[in-house]
């Protein structure tokens, strides 16, 4: 399987401390990739390498064979990564649809052949096209809002009947949907997502395991950070461990449930005979 994502050797200090201790990791396409580990273990601070909210101090990221390391999140958005956050972000005062379209800026194509590069002239023309609705703009407009629509709609009861709702009005574990719905408006080649089930219940975190499953279906390449370890084995082609800024497992699911550094890692000492238990530390 070729790979889509290839970290190699990939590190981050702060001071004293190392985040993430020369990191390698692969997500072919198509793959769904889990990261897991204790708390502290450096996941999220990966995340944010790949992503561009943070620069590594050492090694390389590769996306479809180019090099990207500390691309900013911008232009790694256009060449299609999309991420959501451990603890939701969304526009509080937009509503549930606004905030969909808000991820697929990137896609947006009637606008930039027309935009100058003197300063000043780029954003005039934009404002220009958008008070004048060229038919360029108005049908690229329409898609991107049927786009939308089809999103949502993957969410079923939990966000169609709130499409016209603000976000700030919505329960946590909506936001968190709407959150994930923004990032799939991208229609990203690799969908990042960082604990999507945090804070949520047993029918919850249910309903989310099949969105992902559906989406997995689909041909969606996922590289997935998740505490709950029962969704994280019915999901996963592979899993990466990490502990203190180390990898010190990866392997299929079942493989690495019984890994003894897996277990070491999560108990704090050796139970060789036992699994690693379903709920465990972010």
Avoid: C
């Amino acid at each position: 399987m070729p790979s889509l994502l290839e970290i190699a050797g990939l590190t981050r200090r702060f001071g004293g401390l190392t985040a993430v201790d020369a990191v390698d990791l692969r997500v072919g396409e198509g793959e769904l990739v889990s990261v897991i580990g204790p708390n502290g273990a450096g996941k999220t601070t990966l995340f944010n390498l790949v992503t561009g909210l943070d620069q590594p101090d050492g090694g390389r990221v590769l996306f479809e064979g180019d090099d990207i390391t500390g691309w900013p999140a911008q232009r790694l958005a256009q060449r299609g990564l999309a991420r959501t956050f451990q603890h939701g972000r969304v526009f509080a005062n937009l509503t549930v649809l606004d905030n969909v379209l808000v991820g697929a800026h990137t896609r947006l194509r009637a606008v930039r052949p027309t935009l100058g590069r003197v300063p000043g002239v780029a954003a005039l023309a934009e404002l220009a096209l958008a008070l004048l609705q060229p038919p360029s703009v108005a049908r690229e407009a329409q898609q991107l809002r049927s786009d939308a629509l089809e999103i949502i709609a993957l969410f079923g009861a939990r966000l169609v009947p709130r499409i016209d709702h603000p976000a700030y009005s919505l329960s946590y574990a909506n936001r968190r949907r709407v959150e994930i719905a923004r990032a799939l408006a991208l229609r990203p080649r690799l969908l990042l997502l960082d604990e999507p089930t945090a804070g949520m219940n047993e029918s919850e975190t249910a309903e989310m395991l099949e969105i992902i499953r559906k989406l997995k279906a689909r041909g969606q390449t996922i590289l997935l950070i998740e505490h709950k370890l029962d969704l994280v084995m019915q999901l996963s082609d592979r899993v990466v461990v990490l502990d203190d800024g180390h990898k010190i497992a990866e392997g299929l699911p079942d493989e690495v449930r019984n890994d003894p550094r897996v277990i070491e890692a999560y108990l704090g000492h050796r139970q060789v005979g036992n699994a690693v238990p379903v709920e465990v530390a972010a």
